[in-house]
């Protein structure tokens, strides 16, 4: 029988995926403001202006950024079309900024959830665009249903493109077959646990067997000499990798999400590894709030506070 933590993390992963959900949140004027109090935690702001000067003040720090325009499964072309629009400028943006920033987003957001064609147009002129500025891309990883059309779009463009990398995740039984391919094409590969609900004969639970899992592709990708971001804030496995040396790997930079675990990072920085920050912003952050809470179910007190009690919230200034 599944213990409380558990049903919570399942009920959290429903809820993200829960599209009438989703709507009913956003166009709440009750539910919105008061579920933004707790996002905030987590998500830099709505608008671009926000997020870059959140991350002006973390590269003068010596962090390098992600920042995501947060979206997905957008059917709408135009919508698609807008998603790109934003993301183009979020990338020149950003190169004035600084050289050597990543910029991120989900495939389905620009195109695939209309037909991968669209989104590999769309992939194309945010390549071109990142070129220019000196940005790398990432390709976000989605539910696994998504894997195959996503790992497709990006082998089309990776040889051409060197500055776009993919996620995978370690939770998922293909994974294995993916990097062994994947680490033939330039691109960084961004390397999560996993955090959408699968069924058992897809991916694996969180456990220590994952965990082991996860160490065994970082050491892969390290003894290929792959560029590798290590995204996990998983404490042990990261003092575990500390205790290895991975984090001194020439091709090695570990990533972190905004708002969790910043004083955790701060360490690994002042430990003198590579450390980048994954900013989000937009309004699409209903999902994302459910992921960041699932991860960790004690987040869930966390947001209570926020939104009871607004504090002030773990940000750049931790860091």
């Known amino acids: 029988m599944k213990n409380v933590e558990e049903l919570v993390i399942q009920a959290l992963k429903l809820a993200a995926r829960n599209e009438q959900m989703k709507h009913t949140v956003q166009q709440s004027a009750e539910?919105?403001?008061?579920?933004?109090?707790?996002?905030?935690?987590?998500?830099?702001?709505?608008?671009?202006?926000?997020?870059?000067?959140?991350?002006?003040?973390?590269?003068?720090?010596?962090?390098?950024?992600?920042?995501?325009?947060?979206?997905?499964?957008?059917?709408?072309?135009?919508?698609?079309?807008?998603?790109?629009?934003?993301?183009?400028?979020?990338?020149?943006?950003?190169?004035?900024?600084?050289?050597?920033?990543?910029?991120?987003?989900?495939?389905?957001?620009?195109?695939?959830?209309?037909?991968?064609?669209?989104?590999?147009?769309?992939?194309?002129?945010?390549?071109?665009?990142?070129?220019?500025?000196?940005?790398?891309?990432?390709?976000?990883?989605?539910?696994?249903?998504?894997?195959?059309?996503?790992?497709?779009?990006?082998?089309?463009?990776?040889?051409?493109?060197?500055?776009?990398?993919?996620?995978?995740?370690?939770?998922?039984?293909?994974?294995?077959?993916?990097?062994?391919?994947?680490?033939?094409y330039p691109g960084r590969i961004r390397l999560v646990k996993g955090a959408f609900q699968e069924s058992d004969d897809i991916a694996l639970t969180r456990s220590r067997k994952l965990n082991e899992r996860y160490l065994h592709f970082v050491e892969q990708l390290i003894e290929a000499k792959h560029p590798i971001s290590i995204a996990t804030h998983d404490k042990a496995l990261i003092l575990e990798m500390e205790k290895r040396q991975y984090f001194q790997q020439p091709n090695v930079e570990i990533e972190m999400l905004y708002g969790v675990q910043p004083a955790l990072l701060q360490q690994l920085k002042k430990n003198g590894y590579p450390c980048r920050v994954y900013l989000t912003y937009g309004t699409e952050w209903f999902l994302y709030l459910c992921h960041r809470i699932a991860e960790y179910p004690e987040n869930l007190y966390l947001a209570v506070t926020d939104i009871i009690n607004p504090s002030i919230l773990e940000n750049s200034e931790d860091y």
């Open 31 to 184: 539910l919105y403001p008061l579920l933004w109090k707790a996002a905030k935690r987590y998500v830099t702001g709505e608008k671009r202006q926000e997020a870059l000067r959140i991350a002006q003040d973390f590269i003068s720090k010596d962090y390098q950024t992600s920042l995501e325009f947060i979206g997905e499964n957008t059917k709408d072309v135009a919508e698609c079309q807008k998603a790109k629009e934003e993301l183009l400028q979020l990338i020149e943006d950003t190169g004035a900024l600084s050289f050597n920033q990543t910029v991120s987003f989900d495939l389905s957001h620009i195109g695939l959830s209309v037909n991968a064609n669209l989104a590999y147009t769309h992939l194309q002129e945010l390549a071109e665009k990142a070129q220019q500025y000196g940005i790398s891309l990432m390709i976000s990883m989605e539910e696994s249903s998504k894997t195959s059309s996503i790992i497709e779009v990006y082998k089309k463009i990776a040889m051409q493109y060197p500055n776009i990398g993919i996620t995978l995740q370690a939770h998922l039984y293909r994974t294995e077959e993916d990097i062994q391919q994947l680490t033939q």
